[in-house]
Nanobody, 122 residues
Framework: QLQLVESGGGLVQPGGSLRLSCAASGFTLDYYAIGWFRQAPGKEREGVACTSSSGGSISYEDSVKGRFTISVDNAKNTVYLQMNSLKPEDTAVYYC???????????????WGQGTQVTVSS
């Protein structure tokens, strides 16, 4: 049974940092791409970052380049999203998802976590 569980969200001040975790079970990351998506209230869900090949391939959406870092701990079967220099516009529910290849189209991902709330506010 393939499952994804996000954690690490919370309230942080602008300019602060958070690290989100996506713990995978029922499969190994060798065989799936893991994408991070986010959805703000009233907005469409958008792709943020993606990794495949157990971290061998990485991509970022332009707005987070230089601020966010995606990484993989293969021993723990966990994908992380380190978020630095956070801005109020980063406020959203963040989801991780598993699919056959990296994509920013949510329909390409068949398995999703429950989401974790990130709020950036002073």
């Amino acid at each position: 049974q393939l499952q994804l569980v996000e954690s690490g969200g919370g309230l942080v001040q602008p300019g602060g940092s958070l690290r989100l975790s996506c713990a995978a079970s029922g499969f190994t990351l060798d065989y799936y791409a893991i994408g991070w998506f986010r959805q703000a209230p009233g907005k469409e869900r958008e792709g943020v970052a993606c990794t495949s090949s157990s971290g061998g391939s990485i991509s970022y959406e332009d707005s987070v380049k230089g601020r966010f870092t995606i990484s993989v701990d293969n021993a723990k079967n966990t994908v992380y999203l380190q978020m630095n220099s956070l801005k109020p516009e980063d406020t959203a529910v963040y989801y991780c998802a598993a699919g056959p290849f990296c994509s920013y189209y949510e329909g390409d991902f068949g398995h999703w976590g429950q989401g974790t709330q990130v709020t950036v506010s002073s």
